[in-house]
């Protein structure tokens, strides 16, 4: 795996080994950056499901100011982490080591411009995860969310104050984009 564009460009990253995480294909991530270019420069930016940190790591080559990523699994973690390091952006990061529902609990009081959600495709709970990032206010006014998951998984146009603006598919994947109703 490698950082697509930005700062740091072609570098390559680590990736959990075996079936456990699915890291984003860097055609589908350059997809999503394209789409949301204008949204990154300066922004806060919530890896969920964070996997190899590869989307939050594009985010922070691409001008991104800051990324928190969550992943509970103990190797991706370690992943993740020696990531982070080799490309020395520990100023610019954190690691929360625990569940999503567990870590929207500690974020509550913190805004973010950009949510990129992955989770495996077999246990997701977007919609769920959504509608707790709209009740814990974590969203800045403009604020967008992006999901990546099974292409014939079926999703509401309207999750709460979220509204479906976008949509790709990728082989088998479907990108989301969701941002707040005007």
């Known amino acids: 795996m490698r950082i697509i564009a930005g700062e740091f460009r072609s570098r390559p990253i680590e990736a959990p080994k075996g ?10 991530r350059e997809a999503v950056f394209s789409i949301i270019m204008n949204n990154v420069p300066e922004s806060s930016f919530l890896d969920l499901y964070a996997g190899s940190g590869a989307n939050g790591l594009e ?7 800051r990324v928190v990523f969550v992943e509970k699994d103990r190797h991706a973690q370690k992943i993740i982490q020696a990531n982070i390091v080799s490309l020395s952006l520990q100023e610019k990061t954190s690691l929360l080591k625990m569940s999503v529902q567990r870590a929207l609990d ?4 913190q805004n973010f411009d950009l949510v990129y959600m992955d989770p495996p495709y077999a246990k997701q709970e977007n919609e769920q ?6 009740e814990k206010d974590l969203l800045n006014l403009d ?9 014939n998984d ?9 509204k479906l603006w976008k949509k790709k598919e990728y082989g088998v994947s479907q990108l989301l984009f969701y941002r707040k109703e005007k």
């Open 19 to 28: 079936m456990k995480t699915r890291p984003t294909l860097d055609k589908v």
């Open 59 to 65: 985010a922070l080559s691409r001008g991104a100011k």
């Open 106 to 109: 500690v974020l509550k009081g």
């Open 129 to 134: 995860v959504i509608q707790l990032l709209i």
């Open 143 to 151: 604020g967008v969310i992006v999901v990546e998951a099974d292409r």
């Open 154 to 162: 079926a999703y509401a146009e309207t999750i709460g104050k979220m």
